[in-house]
């Protein structure tokens, strides 16, 4: 069985950066999608981020586009993601999920994917 585990969260002030790790245990990633998604103060959740280990293809919403990276490190069995430039409104529980459906991480960062396997989340903040 597929564990998900987030590390790196933390607070920082704007303009600065953070690197998340999403370390996986139980199954290798080779053949899943992983997306991060993000849960802001009082709202739902939104996915920001995703990567196809099949193709290596990479995804990104507009609003992280150019700050944020996906990236996966094989030989640990890890996704991070890269954020810089760090704004107030990047405040957030961030989590990662996997799936073996690649459809997930296809044209689109998918919404509402029904993702399998989640993290337990990271809490991020974002303050001067």
């Known amino acids: 069985q597929l564990q998900l585990v987030e590390s790196g969260g933390g607070s920082v002030q704007p303009g600065g950066s953070l690197r998340l790790s999403c370390a996986a245990s139980?199954?290798?990633?080779?053949?899943?999608?992983i997306e991060w998604f993000r849960q802001l103060p009082g709202k739902g959740r939104e996915g920001i981020s995703c990567?196809?280990?099949?193709?290596?293809?990479?995804l990104y919403r507009d609003f992280v586009k150019g700050r944020f990276t996906i990236s996966r490190d094989i030989a640990k069995n890890t996704v991070h993601l890269e954020m810089n430039s760090l704004k107030p409104g990047d405040t957030a529980v961030y989590y990662c999920?996997?799936?073996?459906?690649?459809?997930?991480?296809?044209?689109?960062?998918?919404?509402?994917?029904?993702?399998?396997?989640w993290g337990q989340g990271v809490h991020v903040t974002v303050s001067s």
């Open positions: 999920a996997a799936d073996s459906n690649h459809h997930f991480c296809s044209r689109l960062v998918c919404y509402d994917c029904p993702y399998t396997h």
């Open positions: 990567i196809n280990t099949n193709d290596n293809q990479t």
């Open positions: 139980g199954s290798n990633l080779d053949g899943y999608v």
